[in-house]
Antibody, heavy 117, light 111 residues
Framework: EVQLVESGGGLVQPGGSLRLSCAAS????????MSWVRQAPGKGLQWVAN????????YYVDSVEGRFTISRDNAKNSLYLQMNSLRADDTAVYFC??????????WGQGTRVTVSS | QSALTQPASVSGSPGQSIIISCTGT?????????VSWYQQHPGKAPKLMIH???KRPSGVSNRFSGSKSGNTASLTISGLQAEDEADYYC???????????FGGGTKLTVL
């Protein structure tokens, strides 16, 4: 079964850091670009970042550029999102997603990040 | 990096058809055939319903169809069923330094 499972969410103070992880299974992880997508409480979806199959290229939405870093370990079938200098407006459910079919075809269940003092 | 424009809500009765629009620009929806649609029930992860404008993934009902004209993509749901009640999002490649955009989402109510 193709599956993505996120972990690492939680409560963090403004200015703090958090590292999200996503474990992939059921497919050849290194064959796919991967993305992070977030959804603030009661709001819509927002693409955050994605990374090339071999990790050599990364792209970010402007609002997280310079604060977030997407990375991957193909040997461990894992995707990561290092989030630094967190702000209240980063509060959201963060989804790990597989890039395919001209969009995203597989989603994880999400991990909740709350930035609050 | 503005979101694509979708109606906030649409509604229909069981058995009817509805259309959800997704309006972008010539830099995103109008320039690429990389438009997809997602269904999201409350508290759940989104589910891919349409990819590359018109293509339906295996397992998705043929009551769901997609199209595009100019800068506007559309999702049509025919033969509405109670289980179709959900939020729907469009998603398009935008290239340049914007990369990917979602629509603001449309809440579908089945009356």
């Amino acid at each position: 079964e193709v599956q993505l499972v996120e972990s690492g969410g939680g409560l963090v103070q403004p200015g703090g850091s958090l590292r999200l992880s996503c474990a992939a299974s059921g497919f050849t992880f290194s064959d796919f670009w991967m993305s992070w997508v977030r959804q603030a409480p009661g709001k819509g979806l927002q693409w955050v970042a994605n990374i090339k199959k071999d990790g050599s290229e990364q792209y970010y939405v402007d609002s997280v550029e310079g604060r977030f870093t997407i990375s991957r370990d193909n040997a461990k079938n894992s995707l990561y999102l290092q989030m630094n200098s967190l702000r209240a407006d980063d509060t959201a459910v963060y989804f790990c997603a597989r890039d395919s079919l001209g969009g995203v075809d597989i989603w994880g269940q999400g991990t909740r990040v709350t930035v609050s003092s | 990096q503005s979101a694509l424009t979708q109606p906030a809500s649409v509604s229909g009765s069981p058995g009817q058809s509805i259309i959800i629009s997704c309006t972008g620009t010539s830099s995103d929806v109008g320039n690429y055939n990389r438009v997809s649609w997602y269904q999201q029930h409350p508290g759940k992860a989104p589910k891919l319903m349409i990819h590359e404008v018109t293509k339906r993934p295996s397992g998705v009902s043929n009551r769901f169809s997609g199209s595009k004209s100019g800068n506007t993509a559309s999702l049509t749901i025919s033969g509405l069923q109670a289980e179709d009640e959900a939020d729907y999002y469009c998603y398009s490649y935008a290239g340049g330094s914007t990369y990917w955009l979602f629509g603001g989402g449309t809440k579908l109510t089945v009356l």
